[in-house]
Every structure is written in structure tokens, then in C-alpha cells.
């Protein structure tokens, strides 16, 4: 476990691809099974053995496996609930390509009549039911760890590794002997999985939660409500909100509010 400020990041060492032909890597199946159900990627290449080289090996198996680690443009997520009872959508500000009506359509077609869609750029029908039958390329946040920053030439090896990485994709450099950069890895990792710490409080208490929900970034008070128990998103009324998105101390705000990072929430029901 990582701790990181207030919170703990877990961290799974998964065994190193290996060479089936030339320079060709192979990853086990269970660990891409692994891979899949993390929440992010963190790559960690020796900068004394050609890391571009290594990197484009890695990044070949993963994808050669459906997985990528540059965000995509457009990017559907199908999430499937126990008894929120309805088909709730939430998409990006770009305007997406099929309307609601059509999304709830296909998914009650394949007898899905609890989920929530998240639609990120200008998505077609055909996304949304790539995303159900789960015939998609998964993108993974990934944090590219150059590690040995202590052995000659890593220096060099660093900087044609910084212009190789690009994208979405973050990198940083550590040694692990002497702890260069290590001090930083938890902001990084924080940074690079693109989530957020919500507290909540009790109404007519006057302090937080000490312990955050960890959420993803552009979560809603309503998705928050749900995640907390389906009977709160049912009863939801309206929510005061403390921290960097309101605009004032207790602000009153609907469901659609999207919170930040260390934002308190105090949600209101019937």
C-alpha cells in the first residue's frame, strides 16, 4: 500500500511480459486479467537497457492484448447496477453522436434495465454496444516509471525516454537505490489516475468525515449518492457543498453538480 496524503494507493507487482519471438514480449493471459480490473498502469522500465526500446515492446503486447494506455477521444463505459432502476446516462460536453432515447433502447435490448453510461466525446450507437459486448480496446491511465537514474548514461536515457512518451501518458524518473524521485510517486499516481477525494458530512454536524470516497474526476453528486447506497440516490433532494467547487460556504446544488478533489458534500434527502 502506498500511502499517499490521506489516502492509500494499492500497488500489484505483476510479473515482467516475456519474449516469445525476437523482440516480440508476450503477457500471460492472467495477468492481462489483472490488468483489466486495475484501476491504472504502472510501467516501471530500466533506463540502462534502451527504455524507448522497451517501452515500444510493452505498449505492442498491451495492445496486441486490447489494451492502451493514450486516453482515447471517444470512450463509452457500460456500468452495470444491482437495483438503481433505470438506465442513467452521463456524457461529456461534446455532444454525442446517438441520442438517450436510442442508448436505453439498445441497452434494454440486451435486457440490461439497470446501468450507468458514461459517453466521453462524440460516441455512436455502435461505441455503446462495442462497450456492452465488451469488444473494446480498455485504455488505462499509466504512470511510466524510469527507474536506475543512478547508473551511467541514465541521464541521456531519460531524456530520449521523455520525448517518447506522449499523450495522456505521464512518466518520472527514480532510482531506487539512493530515492531519487520517489518521494513525489504518490502526487504522481494520484494525478495520473485522474480521481478525486470527496469527504461527506452529516447535516447539522459541523465536521467531515476524516476518510474521503476516493471518485473518479467528473463524478457527480448524484453518482456519488448512488455509490454511497441506492436508497440515497433514490431519496436524493439536494446537497450543500463546502470546497473548490462552490462558489460559496454551503452552497445548494442538484445532483448534476460535478465535485473536486477535497470537496465536502452534505447530501439532503425526504
Given at each position: 500500500m502506498l500511502q499517499y496524503e490521506d489516502i492509500q494507493i494499492q500497488l500489484v507487482e505483476l510479473p515482467a511480459p516475456q519474449f516469445k519471438e525476437g523482440d516480440q514480449l508476450e503477457i500471460q493471459p492472467e495477468v492481462i486479467d489483472l490488468i483489466r480490473n486495475g484501476d491504472g498502469l504502472l510501467l516501471v522500465l530500466d533506463l540502462s537497457a534502451e527504455p524507448v526500446k522497451q517501452l515500444g515492446s510493452v505498449t505492442a503486447a498491451?495492445?496486441?492484448?486490447?489494451?492502451?494506455?493514450q486516453r482515447p477521444s471517444?470512450?463509452?463505459?457500460?456500468?452495470?447496477?444491482?437495483?438503481?432502476?433505470?438506465?442513467?446516462?452521463?456524457?461529456?460536453?461534446?455532444?454525442?453522436?446517438?441520442?438517450?432515447?436510442?442508448?436505453r433502447g439498445l441497452l434494454e435490448s440486451y435486457g440490461i434495465k439497470n446501468a450507468l453510461v458514461r459517453i466521453y466525446g462524440d460516441a455512436s450507437l455502435g461505441d455503446v454496444e462495442d462497450a456492452i459486448l465488451e469488444n473494446v480496446t480498455v485504455y488505462k491511465p499509466c504512470l511510466v516509471v524510469g527507474n536506475k537514474l543512478d547508473l551511467p548514461?541514465?541521464?541521456?536515457?531519460?531524456?530520449?525516454l521523455a520525448k517518447e512518451v506522449g499523450g495522456s501518458t505521464s512518466v518520472i524518473f527514480t532510482s531506487c537505490l539512493i530515492g531519487t524521485g520517489l518521494a513525489s510517486l504518490g502526487r504522481r499516481l494520484f494525478q495520473c489516475l485522474r480521481i478525486i477525494r470527496v469527504y461527506t458530512k452529516e447535516p447539522n454536524?459541523?465536521?467531515?468525515?476524516?476518510?474521503?470516497?476516493?471518485?473518479?474526476?467528473?463524478t457527480t453528486v448524484g453518482e456519488l449518492a448512488g455509490a454511497i447506497h441506492s436508497d440515497l440516490a433514490n431519496r436524493y433532494r439536494?446537497?450543500?457543498?463546502?470546497?473548490?467547487?462552490?462558489?460559496?460556504?454551503?452552497e445548494r446544488v442538484g445532483p448534476e453538480h460535478v465535485l473536486g478533489d477535497r470537496d465536502v458534500v452534505e447530501i439532503h434527502t425526504d
Open positions: 498491451l495492445e496486441e492484448a486490447r489494451i492502451s494506455i471517444t470512450r463509452v463505459e457500460v456500468v452495470r447496477e444491482k437495483a438503481s432502476g433505470e438506465i442513467r446516462i452521463a456524457s461529456s460536453r461534446t455532444r454525442t453522436g446517438c441520442d438517450p432515447e436510442k442508448i548514461g541514465a541521464y541521456d536515457s531519460s531524456t530520449e454536524e459541523s465536521k467531515p468525515s476524516e476518510h474521503p470516497f476516493v471518485v473518479r474526476d467528473g439536494y446537497s450543500r457543498i463546502w470546497g473548490p467547487t462552490s462558489k460559496f460556504a454551503g
